[in-house]
T-cell receptor, first 110, second 112 residues
């Protein structure tokens, strides 16, 4: 079975621009999660979508937003990029736990 | 609320040493517990899991036992290898839904 796929693998933006990150879940999975991982360690929870609806949101400003499409794929948008937004953004999917993770999108803001 | 606290790293061991990474949790009800591993440049992979008290999860020589009385799920391995060098995350799933909580991660480095 194909795993969780994320695109692009790397993304370089300048401060103030917008970034769009995409995630395709494993076939049959209805829940998608987004995490930010800075400095190669801790996972910060961003967003959780299930059946097209936002179920929970982490402690991030409103310029972090997303959506889940009818085919359960998901998009994370980050507006007005700041230098500290540079991180690895991980997407995960599940039907019921455990989560299955993609390899992430490395976002660099210069 | 529901949360996971895991041992801070980094942890550095010599090959064949014994590994313990502590994890404790706070949760309402009866959560499922997980250990994930993240190798350099990759996403997280499920290492092992336990869904009820006294269950022991095991995989690749790693094991962890769900201890309800101490609210713990410590990760152990009897003899680590250089290839075990990675970041390890403890996690819980709140009962009856998909609300997942992760610990801060522990970086393990194994030296030859």
């Amino acid at each position: 079975e194909a795993g969780v796929t994320q695109s692009p693998t790397h993304l370089i933006k300048t401060r103030g621009q917008q970034a769009t990150l995409r995630c395709s879940p494993i076939s049959g999975h209805t829940s998608v999660y987004w995490y930010q991982q800075a400095l190669g360690l801790g996972l910060q929870f961003l967003l959780w979508y299930d059946e097209g609806e936002e179920r929970n949101r982490g402690n991030f400003p409103p310029r972090f937003s997303g959506r889940q499409f009818p085919n359960y794929s998901s998009e994370l948008n980050v507006n007005a990029l700041e230098l500290e937004d540079s991180a690895l953004y991980l997407c995960a999917s599940t039907l019921f736990a455990p989560l299955h993770f993609g390899n992430g999108t490395r976002l660099t803001v210069t | 609320g529901n949360s996971v606290t895991q041992m801070e790293g980094p942890v550095t061991l010599s090959e064949e040493a014994f590994l313990t990474i502590n994890c404790t949790y706070t949760a309402t009800g009866y959560p499922s517990l997980f250990w994930y591993v993240q190798y350099p440049g990759e996403g997280l992979q499920l290492l092992l899991k336990a869904t009820k008290a006294d269950d022991k999860g095991s995989n690749k020589g790693f094991e962890a036992t769900y201890r309800k009385e101490t609210t713990s799920f410590h990760l152990e391995k009897g003899s680590v290898q250089v290839s075990d060098s990675a970041v390890y995350f403890c996690a819980l799933r709140v009962a009856n839904n998909n609300d997942m909580r992760f610990g801060a991660g522990t970086r393990l480095t194994v030296k030859p």
